[in-house]
């Protein structure tokens, strides 16, 4: 499932594509991936040219904005804002003049892009269709309405609004890594891989974390996701980026899916248990449940690459 590496480096592999450009025609194959319509658009015209309008027909796209695990397709002007959610299998593709999808099923919705020759294209492909496409009024409502909702993007978290968030409950610290509304961005994969880079046992009750663990976690995340990024993110199955190249930090995983095989830090077998419903890799050595102390091997190396700000 795409999180918030695999968005950011979606969003870097789109950007010189589409900014600056306009879209001449949308093409709606499953209106139901459409979730909402923005209110102040759905008064003066019919409901077919609300929705075209909403998805950015005759606008010329100026931003691609991301917070946490959404991407905003942001338009010159008064015009609406659209939300891409990948949920678990969502592709948003840019297929220049001439070439085809790697696949043509399940495209729900194709937007013909002014290209000179004509037949530059962006598709959306969602398989499972658990992602979708979110229109908002403006980006003011955006960020207003939706992502305030979110806690802070994981990208950039700072030290003490982890920890204070995280003194708010007494959850299982993997549990609320993974809520959105805690930390946005954060998912199975990277909640895993930074928590064994801090050495954290993904069961301890996160308000019981002393302000160096939070510390040291605050940073782990941040390392953990710019490494994703570089890597151009985690490819388990269906993850591509905008020009369809999967990504290559599946090699370089630390705990993620890797439930048996040593650890790369103290060769003790990993283990696996159930959090919150989702597969949990751990080292039972680098990550202790009950004692404070964090392996020594572990902490060697785990942290590197850190940013010079905390
Ligand atoms: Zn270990």
Request: glycine residues 8%; contains cysteine.
């Amino acid at each position: 499932m795409p999180e918030l590496p695999e968005v950011e480096h979606l969003r870097q592999t789109l950007a010189p594509r589409l900014i600056g450009r306009t879209i001449s025609r949308v093409h709606v194959k499953r209106r139901d991936i459409v979730r909402s319509l923005p209110a102040s658009h759905s008064t003066n015209h019919g409901r077919s040219t609300r929705l075209r309008r909403g998805l950015l027909e005759d606008c010329r796209i100026t931003q691609l904005r991301r917070y946490g695990k959404q991407l905003a397709i942001i338009a010159d002007g008064n015009t609406p804002v659209l939300v891409v959610q990948l949920g678990m299998t969502g592709q948003l593709l840019f297929i220049p003049a001439g070439d085809k999808p790697h696949r043509n099923d399940h495209i729900h919705i194709r937007w013909s892009v002014v290209s000179d020759p004509p037949g530059d294209h962006l598709v959306f492909r969602d398989p499972r269709r658990f992602g979708g496409l979110t229109l908002c009024d403006s980006l003011a409502e955006l960020e207003s309405r939706h992502w305030a909702n979110l806690g802070c993007d994981a990208l950039t978290i700072r030290h003490r609004d982890l920890h204070g968030t995280l003194g708010k409950t007494r959850r299982a610290v993997k549990a609320a890594l993974l809520d959105q509304q805690v930390i946005a961005g954060v998912g199975n994969i990277y909640a895993d891989e930074s928590l064994i880079r801090a050495g954290i046992h993904p069961l301890r009750p996160a308000s019981d974390l002393r302000f160096e663990e939070t510390r040291d976690l605050a940073r782990a995340i941040r390392l953990t996701l710019r490494r994703a990024i570089r890597a151009g993110g985690t490819t388990m199955r269906d993850y591509v980026d905008g020009n369809g190249q999967s990504g290559r930090n599946r090699a370089d995983l630390l705990a993620y899916a890797r439930g048996g095989k040593p650890c790369r830090f103290c060769g003790s077998v990993l283990q696996h248990i159930v959090v919150s419903q989702r597969t949990t890799t751990f080292c039972p050595n680098c990550q202790p449940l009950y004692s404070s102390t964090v392996c020594p091997q572990a902490r060697k190396g785990s942290l590197t690459e850190l940013p010079s700000t905390v």
